[in-house]
Structures are given as structure tokens and as C-alpha cells.
């Protein structure tokens, strides 16, 4: 399975054009400013807490910033929001130039080229989560770290991350039209992400089955620094199930072709 020459064209195309430098350069102006407040505040109330040191028992720098940093409804938002623009152009883009066709009659087999541009957008998304590190680093500098809540959140932003780009990649791969794509990706995360929110008004099995397709129920587990072994498989699961609904979307072209 030759993936290796699709995962390079991928990173190229990605890196070479200021699309992938604009969603990183958006992705820390924003995450910097949330970053910003949320240590500022968690700084006061430090100071209050050392003025009356019977208030600061429940002061945690993981509760106080990084989980709303991460998980809060703005970063949420801007997850989102940039994912359905890294998916957007993975195979939509290839549709519309024509170039598929030639794709296809390389000595690659289908399953490569899913796989290649998977890791490809997956590349990128992990520079975005690189580059996160250095808001950690900065609170280390000032204040310990439970390392164990931090590498659980980082987890859990992994393989929430590998699970939205498969969903984008298969939402590209049933259009030509970028900006369809990246509306259909977003649309579809929406659903996924606030689904279990109707939970709540539901009893019964229907309520559990709810809760279980929410991404939001799975990741709140990881922002906790909880790692639980039914929300690693969720993930997993979501993206294996959309990487395959991928390749079968680009095999029903080839046959189609």
C-alpha cells in the first residue's frame, strides 16, 4: 500500500499554498486571546486565594484553563469552524481540477489514497495542537502542572481530531464544490457535537443512545483527566467508520468512471 507518496502530495498542497499558514495563523490569534483571559483570571483569583487561603481549595490551573480553553463553547466553535477547512479541498478539490481520474490510474491502491490524505489533514491538525504547547509551557513557568489531566486532554483532542477529519474527508469525497463541502462538514460536526444535548428531554434507551453519539459527552471525560476506555473506542470507531465510508464514496467513482 504506497501511502507515502499520497501523504507527501497531500502535505505539499497543504504547505505550499497560504491555506494551511491561515488556518494556523487563525488557529493561535484565537486560541492566544482565549488563552490570554483565561489566565488572567485564573492569576487574580490566585491572588485573592493567597489573601485568604481558606477560598483557594479548589483553585486548579486544568479546571481554571486549560479545559475552558479547550472545551469552552468559543473554542468549540473554532474547532468547528476550521476543521471543515482543512477536509474541504481533500477530494472536492480533486473533482473539480479533474485530477482524480489521474489519480486513479496510478499504482496506488484506493485504500492509500484514503489513508494518505487522511494523515495528510491529520499532519496539519497535529501542527495546530503542536503549537497549543507553548500556552502549558508558559503556565509551568509560573505554577506546577498535573501532567496526567494534561496529557488526557491532549488525547482527547487527538483522536476528536482524527474522527472530525475523517467525517470531513467524507463529505468532501461526495462533492466537487469546496464550499458545499466545508458547510456539509460543519453541519454534520454540529449535529454530532450537540446531539446529546436532547438528552436531557429523553428517557429510556433513547436518552442512552443519545448521549453515546455525542462528541461532546466522549471529550468531556478527557478534559476531566479522565481516560476511559469507551470514549477512546468512540472515537476510533467514528473514524474508521467515516474513513471506510470514504473509500467506499471513492471506489463507487472509480466504478462509475
Request: glycine share 8%; charged share 15%; proline share 4%.
Amino acid at each position: 500500500m504506497r501511502v507515502w507518496p499520497i501523504y507527501k502530495k497531500e502535505l505539499r498542497l497543504y504547505f505550499s499554498t497560504p491555506l494551511a499558514w491561515a488556518i494556523l495563523f487563525t488557529f493561535m490569534l484565537v486560541m492566544g486571546f482565549f488563552f490570554n483571559l483565561y489566565f488572567r483570571f485564573y492569576t487574580q483569583m490566585s491572588m485573592q486565594m493567597a489573601m485568604n487561603p481558606g477560598m483557594g481549595r479548589d483553585l486548579s490551573v486544568i479546571e481554571n484553563v486549560i479545559r475552558p480553553l479547550f472545551s469552552g463553547l468559543l473554542s468549540v466553535i473554532l474547532f468547528l469552524s476550521l476543521m471543515p477547512a482543512i477536509t474541504m479541498r481533500l477530494f472536492s478539490e480533486e473533482f473539480k481540477n479533474g485530477t482524480l481520474e489521474l489519480l486513479l490510474t496510478y499504482p496506488v491502491s484506493d485504500t492509500a489514497i484514503v489513508v494518505g490524505k487522511f494523515l495528510g489533514g491529520l499532519s496539519l491538525y497535529l501542527a495546530m495542537l503542536i503549537s497549543t504547547l507553548a500556552f502549558p509551557a508558559m503556565i509551568w513557568y509560573f505554577t506546577p502542572l498535573e501532567w496526567g489531566a494534561l496529557a488526557s486532554a491532549y488525547l482527547g483532542l487527538l483522536i476528536m481530531g482524527a474522527a472530525f477529519l475523517a467525517v470531513g474527508m467524507f463529505v468532501s469525497s461526495l462533492t466537487e464544490n469546496q464550499i458545499i463541502a466545508a458547510l456539509g462538514t460543519f453541519t454534520l460536526l454540529i449535529i454530532l457535537w450537540a446531539i446529546g444535548w436532547g438528552a436531557e428531554a429523553v428517557t429510556g434507551p433513547t436518552g442512552d443512545v443519545l448521549r453515546h453519539l455525542s462528541v461532546s459527552e466522549h471529550l468531556d471525560n478527557f478534559m476531566k483527566g479522565v481516560i476511559e476506555s469507551r470514549d477512546v473506542v468512540y472515537f476510533l470507531d467514528l473514524t474508521v467508520v467515516f474513513l471506510v465510508l470514504s473509500l467506499l464514496s471513492l471506489q463507487r467513482r472509480r466504478w462509475k468512471g
